[in-house]
């Protein structure tokens, strides 16, 4: 058991470009989720999936946002015409599902992509 | 609705001392607590959890925590810091899905 991984760790880019964030939960965790965390704040809760479908979406994922889980193990993250207010850093979390509810579930954390938009 | 407050951003003890990390939590249900802790660099890892089973909470690292309906609260606590609890600490109540942080409380232990 490797943990989380995201990849890049850093990504730099020009306001306006495309970004896309890959993360790749503990083998065998169902529930994924994703995070956005600025500066001296909390993370805050983007979406989750269970497997391949996505569950559950915050208002602060814009439509410029999309996550993808297409075969039920890896995820990415995708971010269209970036703003300068998309720098953050986005985490990415697992779960097992085995503890017999979401509210009770253990996350998982990956490190994290910094996002910087210039 | 659900939400947590930190009581201080900024947390100094020195090396040997007692921590304490205050955390208040609203919740429309019974609620479900969770401290995490974050280095440098580094993504979130689990120091314990409140499942409504006992109320005082043992984690990892020597740390515990104990919730209080009455209060509202669910503060953190270790009898001896050492150098490497220095780090980002992190309160979150989970009511759904949703799981709420914190704006989190930086620790610094001086030797």
């Known amino acids: 058991d490797t943990g989380v991984s995201q990849d890049p760790r850093h990504k730099i880019t020009k306001r306006g470009q495309n970004v896309t964030f890959r993360c790749d939960p503990i083998?065998?965790?169902?529930?994924l989720y994703w995070y956005r965390q600025t500066l001296g704040q909390g993370p805050e809760f983007l979406t989750y999936f269970q497997n391949e479908a996505q569950l559950e979406k915050s208002r602060l994922l814009s439509d410029r946002f999309s996550a993808e889980r297409p075969k039920g193990s890896f995820s990415t993250l995708e971010i269209q015409r970036t703003e300068q207010g998309d720098s953050a850093m986005y985490l990415c979390?697992?779960?097992?599902?085995?503890?017999?509810?979401?509210?009770?579930?253990?996350?998982?954390f990956g490190p994290g992509t910094r996002l910087t938009v210039l | 609705a659900q939400s947590v407050t930190q009581l201080g951003s900024h947390v100094s003890v020195s090396e040997g001392a007692l921590v304490l990390l205050r955390c208040n939590y609203s919740s429309s249900v019974p609620p479900y607590l969770f401290w995490y802790v974050q280095y440098p660099n580094q993504g979130l890892q689990l120091l314990l959890k409140?499942?409504?089973?006992?109320?005082l909470v043992k984690g990892i690292n020597g740390f515990e925590a104990e919730f209080k309906k009455s209060e509202t609260s669910f503060h953190l606590t270790k009898p001896s810091a050492h150098m490497s609890d220095a780090a980002e600490y992190f309160c979150a109540v989970s009511e759904s899905l949703d799981m709420r942080f914190g704006a989190g409380t930086r620790l610094t232990v001086k030797p």
């Open positions: 979390a697992s779960s097992s599902g085995t503890s017999g509810g979401y509210r009770t579930d253990t996350q998982y």
């Open positions: 409140y499942t409504s089973a006992a109320t």
């Open positions: 083998s065998e965790h169902n529930r």
